[in-house]
């Protein structure tokens, strides 16, 4: 916990301050998460006061203060996925009114001229993307969750509120559908 | 059987590979630093979804009041004249009309009047 349970108890209370004190301890890890969770960098603060926005309408319904943590990372996970979802939507409806050659030469203008290791971070950042495109909004979510956040089973038995087999079984399916499309970009970065 | 080895060996090393990706993808993506305008902000849309629920609310109040002035002038316009001008069945008191249906004969027999 990066805060006192006294000081959640108070937000929870209405105390705006002490409100104010619970966002900005975790206002970093969360955008964080965001950031991983959505890849997209000029959303990811708008995501950020949604999550915060949800935490701030729904407080008072958190039972006690020591499911706060995974609280909010519900709130974080139902944000990115509404995200994604809206995103998906606007994409297909953007991409559709363009012609692949426009799609080409907007790829190859956003490509620019960058240093080695910032190339290497980006084609990270695009081949994860792209991996990760291949499930769907939920079991990409869960999937960056556990392989990149880190989070153990138990953990996300907490913030989704299934139980640690269910949670397995769908992992699996997830991972196996990107390690075939790993294997089908060749199972290399470069 | 070497086949196989060489398979499991393969989805192995895949796997560990799609790990150090995750890995390589977690560190390529450090957690912003939030910028200055992230707490007004938040607290500007707090404010704007509190405004918009209060005026909500408003309106739903609103249109109950008028929906109950409405009724109010609808029955003493319409409903309460409609029924003053339906015909009424008695002007006379409860004691004359159970007197009409119930002829009291027995005090007729006393006085003689029936014989």
Known sequence: MLVEFELIERARSGDSGAFNQVVRAYRKRILGTIA??????EDVEDVGQEVFLRLYDS???????????????RLTVNAAYDYLRRQRRRQESRMSDLSEQQVMLADAAAGGKKSSEETRRTKVRELVESLLSKVSEEDRILLTMKEVEGLSLKEL???????????KVRLFRARQRVVKAFEAEGGELE | MDRMKRDEQFDGQLDSRLESLFKEYRASIPDPEPSAGFM???????????????????????????AAVALALLMGAVVIPHYEKLPVYSSASYVDVLEADHPNTYVDILTGDIK
């Open chain 1, 157 to 167: 038995e907490k913030i989704y509120g299934v139980n640690e087999n269910a949670l």
């Open chain 1, 59 to 73: 407080l008072d319904q958190l039972r006690t203060p020591e499911v706060f943590e995974p609280w909010l990372y």
């Open chain 2, 40 to 66: 007004p902000g938040l607290w500007r849309k707090i404010e704007t979804r509190r405004t918009s629920n209060l005026t909500l609310f408003r309106r739903w109040a609103e249109v109950c009041l008028g």
């Open chain 1, 36 to 41: 991983r969770l959505i890849s997209r960098p």
